[in-house]
Antibody
Framework: QVQLQESGPGLVKPSQTLSLTCTVS??????????WSWIRQHPGKGLEWIGYIYYSGSTYYNPSLKSRVTISVDTSKNQFSLKLSSVTAADTAVYYC?????????????????WGQGTLVTVSS | QSALTQPASVSGSPGQSITISCTGTSSDVGSYNLVSWYQQHPGKAPKLMIYEVSKRPSGVSNRFSGSKSGNTASLTISGLQAEDEADYYC???????????FGGGTKLTVL
């Protein structure tokens, strides 16, 4: 059974960089066939896709966040990470890591099948 | 404002069927069979219910089904049960510049 677990600071100061790591167990990031993803949910709001990375290192970002986002992968640790720079209060949200199923025909994500429990990150001084 | 449009709320009685719509455009829902649906209970992570328009992951009840017509995808829940009460989100691939878009979510109330 694949499991994902987010870790990182729950409080970040404005203008600083938010950094989170997702540790994957029960499966290898290097096995291919999946996109390793970050998705967030503002308090009481809907889901917002941040971006995802393939094990090879190819990255895909939400255009509205692209200038501030970096997603990286460490296959030796079976982890992938999110960095979001220049944060403001508007970045306060629950951040989820998730596994995206790679559709064989299009090579894009057909659904996110495993999710971490989510971690609340508050941006405040 | 979300890229995909869902009704804010739907309701139904136990045993009934309900359908939640998800309207996009020819750039996302209309162009790709990469629509997925998620169920989210309060304080919990979303759970994949349908992927690639109509496929059900292992372990998901066959009371849940998905379909698509044109730019609109739909999630149908038959034989409503109390535990189906939750928020539901649709999601679609949206091409090689936008990639992924979500709907704003629909709150399902089981009366």
């Amino acid at each position: 059974q694949v499991q994902l677990q987010e870790s990182g600071p729950g409080l970040v100061k404005p203008s600083q960089t938010l950094s989170l790591t997702c540790t994957v167990s029960g499966g290898s990031i290097s096995s291919g066939g999946y996109y390793w993803s970050w998705i967030r949910q503002h308090p009481g709001k809907g889901l917002e896709w941040i971006g995802y990375i393939y094990y090879s290192g190819s990255t895909y970002y939400n255009p509205s966040l692209k200038s501030r986002v970096t997603i990286s992968v460490d296959t030796s640790k079976n982890q992938f990470s999110l960095k979001l720079s220049s944060v403001t209060a508007a970045d306060t949200a629950v951040y989820y890591c998730a596994r995206g199923r790679r559709n064989l025909d299009t090579a894009m994500v057909g659904g996110f099948d495993y999710w971490g429990q989510g971690t609340l990150v508050t941006v405040s001084s | 404002q979300s890229a995909l449009t869902q009704p804010a709320s739907v309701s139904g009685s136990p045993g009934q069927s309900i359908t939640i719509s998800c309207t996009g455009t020819s750039s996302d829902v209309g162009s790709y069979n990469l629509v997925s649906w998620y169920q989210q209970h309060p304080g919990k992570a979303p759970k994949l219910m349908i992927y690639e328009v109509s496929k059900r992951p292992s372990g998901v009840s066959n009371r849940f089904s998905g379909s698509k017509s044109g730019n609109t995808a739909s999630l149908t829940i038959s034989g409503l049960q109390a535990e189906d009460e939750a928020d539901y989100y649709c999601c679609s691939y949206a091409g090689s510049s936008t990639y992924v878009v979500f709907g704003g979510g629909t709150k399902l109330t089981v009366l």
